[in-house]
């Protein structure tokens, strides 16, 4: 099986690897791992962000995670243009525009989307593992 996965399965697997339970960890060991370039991005909007207090709001440099992508040798999927033109299908609302993409380009590559978001987690293409 090959995986895309969320933004936020990437942020714990390289800072905070206890969040992903024993299941999601079988899961992810036993398949192909492909992180799409949006999540880089929706990274680093987060990490140029500071909250009030002057700390980021992001809590993954973009930088850190590439070189932990090339590390652990997950492949790395760019976006083309084909798939920004891309409509989601089946279709349905997603409020978050990197999610809808994520979904996208896990469509486009033909892929599952291994996410935790109780809203994507229904698509079809979402894997939510118990």
Do not use: Y
Request: proline content about 7%; charged content about 25%.
């Amino acid at each position: 099986m090959r995986l895309l996965l969320d933004t936020h399965f990437l942020i714990w697997l390289a800072i905070d690897p206890d969040e992903i339970t024993p299941g999601e960890r079988t899961l992810i060991g036993a398949a192909e791992v492909v992180v799409s370039a949006a999540s880089i991005w929706e990274m680093r909007l987060k990490w140029q962000k500071r909250d009030r207090h002057g700390r980021r709001k992001g809590r993954l440099d973009p930088a850190v995670a590439l070189a932990f992508i090339a590390a652990n040798e997950m492949q790395l999927a760019n976006l083309s243009a084909e798939d920004c033109a891309t409509m989601l299908d089946p279709a349905m609302p997603v409020p978050d525009p990197f999610d809808e993409m994520l979904l996208i380009h896990a469509q486009r590559l033909g892929v599952r989307l291994l996410t935790r978001d109780r809203i994507i987690g229904a698509h079809p293409l979402a894997i939510t593992p118990a």
